[in-house]
């Protein structure tokens, strides 16, 4: 059993950083692929990116790739997604996951366990 809290929203201007956190409790994190997940209104949930047990591989979305940065502290429990340059179309909660393994890492229905996710504004 994995249990996520996220934090680290808020509101911000665009242009603007914030970095997300998602600690975890129990024993497998350290062996589960840890992913980031965003909704916003009016849309269905979408894969932003993920991260391999040992931090040595990632996966991001195409919108995301060079403006966020997933990484992982497996002695502290924390995975982070650090995201720059924030646009108004980044307005969303974003949700941590884990799941193990890596097969279809941005399949949503792949992952066992969910956060209660944290707002994300971004002004313009």
């Not at 809290?5 to 911000?12: D, I, K």
């Not at 393994?101 to 229905?109: A, E, P, S």
Request: a positive charge; one cysteine or more.
């Amino acid at each position: 059993q994995v249990h996520l809290v996220e934090s680290g929203g808020g509101l911000v201007q665009a242009g603007g950083s914030l970095r997300l956190s998602c600690a975890a409790s129990g024993r497998t994190f350290s062996s589960n692929a840890m992913g980031w997940f965003r909704q916003a209104p009016g849309k269905e949930r979408e894969f932003v990116a993920a991260i391999n047990w040992n931090g040595g591989g990632t996966s991001y979305a195409d919108s995301v790739k060079g403006q966020f940065t997933i990484s992982r502290d497996n002695a502290k429990n924390t995975v982070y997604l650090q995201m720059n340059s924030l646009k108004p179309e980044d307005t969303a909660v974003y949700f941590c996951a884990a799941k193990t393994g890596w097969y279809q890492i941005q399949n949503q229905r792949k992952y066992d366990y969910w956060g209660q996710g944290t707002q994300v504004t971004v002004s313009s």
